[in-house]
């Protein structure tokens, strides 16, 4: 017979099974992964992630995504000049995904990120927990839809390549592909046990 | 909250999404258990998941197969035809010198959508023989790591987005694995959605288990 506290059983990242939390060498009794991957660096290494993303985020905002080269004519247009044209042309919808995917998605996800970032280490915030779970459960499957647009470009990029007309993905491209798979890593850097513990 | 011993702890379960404790109670065949707090699918029962999952894997590797060897579209432009697979997207992005985007690229929409698909294959099948105790572990330790990271679901979207930004240029030819694409996808969806990891630890407990006691 052991007798333990409710709040000293945690879920194995990786497996799900709940585990008598033991400290932070803790090894889940079922899949032999490390409960706490991050040891106590968990807050620091999603913020470093999360810094790096922000950072690649600017040069994927200035540089074009989309290089047009046409009958000679070289045409760049960043990712809000993409956006803008395509609303121009009429074509509301895919400006619209665009647009959300590249521009408010990852914005919403950093200021997510900081949000819960700062709120597991200072007591800002009093919103239910419940809610805080929501708020990143909702990050982490929104998350990836920000690739559609480097990969938009991939095959535009892959498709039309003749002598006269050609379409190369151009520098933000590379910047933005960093962007999002930092701010992937950055979201499962962070450690959601962290909300429960600071109830 | 008092325990038999360490194993005890199996009849808990925790949510995923709100992190709520609850106990496993039986449920009849064919349904789910969800939490009382949020909502979310705790676990399923389902006597027949080995069979689904494996019949579901086989399909889906099959149209994947489908998908990485014909051509997706075909559009002709200005007299020319060109045509782009799966493997030629993530090739051109090498070839223009992207390699950053294209390596990225490459997991994301090929390597680990196969490599899920053949984890599955080999795994259903040892759990359907009750085999391969340690290697059934690391193979459901392995998918859980990949599986975020497949986005054959989000390159699907990307390919309308930019046949819709080509109307008007260019004519377009939807290619047959662009339909073994949409499938692919959506066995792939189905997969992940109803047959979630925890249930198949379970299950994998189940199998050895019975098979120690004989």
């Known amino acids: 017979m052991i007798d333990i506290p409710e709040e000293q059983l945690t879920p194995c990242p990786v497996c799900e099974a709940v585990n008598i939390d033991k400290g932070i060498e803790t090894v889940c009794r079922r899949c032999g992964s490390k409960v706490y991957p991050h040891k106590g660096y968990s807050t620091q290494k999603a913020w470093a992630y999360l810094i790096t993303a922000m950072i690649a985020y600017i040069p994927a905002n200035l540089y074009p995504m989309l290089i047009t080269n046409q009958f000679g004519a070289v045409e760049g247009s960043t990712i809000l000049g993409g956006v803008v044209m395509l609303w121009e042309h009429g074509s509301f919808p895919i400006a619209a995904v665009i647009f959300v995917a590249s521009i408010l998605i990852p914005i919403m996800k950093f200021l997510v990120l900081i949000y819960l970032l700062i709120s597991v280490k200072y007591p800002i915030g009093k919103a239910k927990r419940v809610d805080k779970h929501k708020l990143y459960y909702m990050t982490e499957a929104v998350g990836p839809w920000s690739m559609i647009d480097v990969f938009v470009v991939a095959i535009l990029a892959a498709l039309i390549h003749l002598a006269n007309v050609e379409i190369v993905a151009g520098t933000a491209a590379t910047a933005f592909a960093i962007s999002v798979f930092f701010t992937l890593l950055a979201a499962h850097a962070f450690d959601e046990r962290l909300i429960k513990e600071k109830k | ?214």
């Open chain 2, 1 to 214: 909250m008092k325990l038999e011993n360490e194993d005890a702890l199996d009849n808990l379960i925790i949510c995923q999404q709100c992190f709520t404790l609850h106990e496993e109670v039986p449920i009849a065949d064919g349904t789910q258990a969800l939490c009382t707090k949020c909502g979310g699918v705790l676990y399923r029962y389902e006597t027949r998941l080995i069979d689904y999952g494996l019949a579901l894997s086989i399909t889906g590797l099959i149209f994947f197969i489908v998908a990485n060897v014909f051509p997706l579209v075909q559009i002709e432009l200005l007299g020319h035809e060109q045509y782009i697979t799966i493997t030629k997207t993530f090739v051109s992005l090498f070839d223009n010198g992207f390699y950053v985007v294209g390596l990225l690229c490459t997991f994301l929409i090929f390597i680990f959508p196969l490599m899920i698909f053949t984890i599955n294959i080999v795994l259903f099948s040892l759990l359907k023989l009750a085999k391969g105790k340690t290697m059934t572990k690391e193979l459901l330790v392995l998918i859980s790591h990949i599986r975020p990271w497949s986005m054959s679901d989000i390159f699907l979207i990307s390919i309308l987005v930019a046949l819709v930004k080509l109307i008007g240029y260019a004519q377009i030819h939807i290619g047959v694995s662009f339909w073994a694409l949409i499938l692919f996808v959506l066995i792939d969806l189905y997969i992940t959605k109803y047959i979630h990891i925890s249930e198949l630890w379970m299950l994998r407990k189940g199998i050895f288990l019975h098979k120690g006691h004989r």
